[in-house]
């Protein structure tokens, strides 16, 4: 089925671990975002890719980097995972010109211990 | 501060009653969307409205965008437990269709 797929759904790491959330859209869109929802704070755009080659900081950036590998895929890295982020993390896909709406992948479940 | 401001935070009402949840700002919004989130997923988009003033209906949903498109509301009708979700509202500021998202209204129909 075409839409959005997160790997890992779950994942638990230890402070100061790193690692790679893998995001890939088969829906030919321009635009990629990844967020994190927490308890109380609702979705915050962590960093977003407007189109193929570029990407800019979101409302909640540090201690994360991305990359846009490609047009279908853009990754999301924590490089020294802190409790902090500790969260769940959804990636998003929009299409072009006039298309509003986001598709969202199905989330992954992070807990730094 | 809060861009978007929903209310209520949280609605549990009785099967076939009526509800609405709105979504405000001091912001003006280029367009505003519903989203609605069950448990383990992630959102899904249910409406989205870009004129000041659009009403849009959705089966027993009615989506409205404020006049000023600085606010919505969501409209059921005769609720079902199928309804029972978080239910977001989203808005983009300008062209580059960034979303900032409200808090979300949890929603609980009980049969």
């Known amino acids: ?113 | 501060t809060q861009l978007l401001e929903q209310s209520p935070q949280f609605l549990s009402i009785q099967e076939g009653e009526n509800l609405t949840v709105y979504c405000n700002s001091s912001s003006v919004f280029s367009s505003l969307q519903w989203y609605r989130q069950e448990p383990g997923e992630g959102p899904v988009l249910l409406v989205t409205v870009v004129t000041g003033g659009e009403v849009k209906k959705l089966k027993r949903l009615t989506f409205q965008f404020g006049d000023a498109r600085k606010d919505s509301s969501l409209h059921i009708t005769a609720a079902q437990p199928g309804d029972t979700g978080l239910y977001l509202c989203a808005g983009a500021l300008g062209s580059n269709y960034k979303l900032t998202f409200g808090k979300g209204t949890l929603l609980t129909v009980n049969p």
Not at chain 1, 38 to 51: F, H, Q, V
Not at chain 1, 64 to 83: D, G, H, Q, T, W
Request: hydrophobic share 30%; with cysteine.
């Open chain 1, 1 to 113: 089925n075409a839409g959005v797929t997160q790997t890992p759904k779950f994942q638990v790491l230890k402070t100061g671990q790193s690692m790679t959330l893998q995001c890939a859209q088969d829906m030919n869109h321009n635009s990629m975002y990844w967020y994190r929802q927490d308890p109380g704070m609702g979705l915050r755009l962590i960093y977003y890719s407007a189109s193929e080659g570029t990407t800019d900081k979101g409302e909640v950036p540090n201690g994360y980097n991305v990359s846009r590998l490609n047009k279908r895929e853009f990754s999301l890295r924590l490089e020294s995972a802190a409790p902090s982020q500790t969260s769940v993390y959804f990636c998003a896909s929009r299409g072009g010109r006039g298309a509003y709406g986001y598709t969202f992948g199905s989330g992954t479940r992070l807990t730094v211990v």
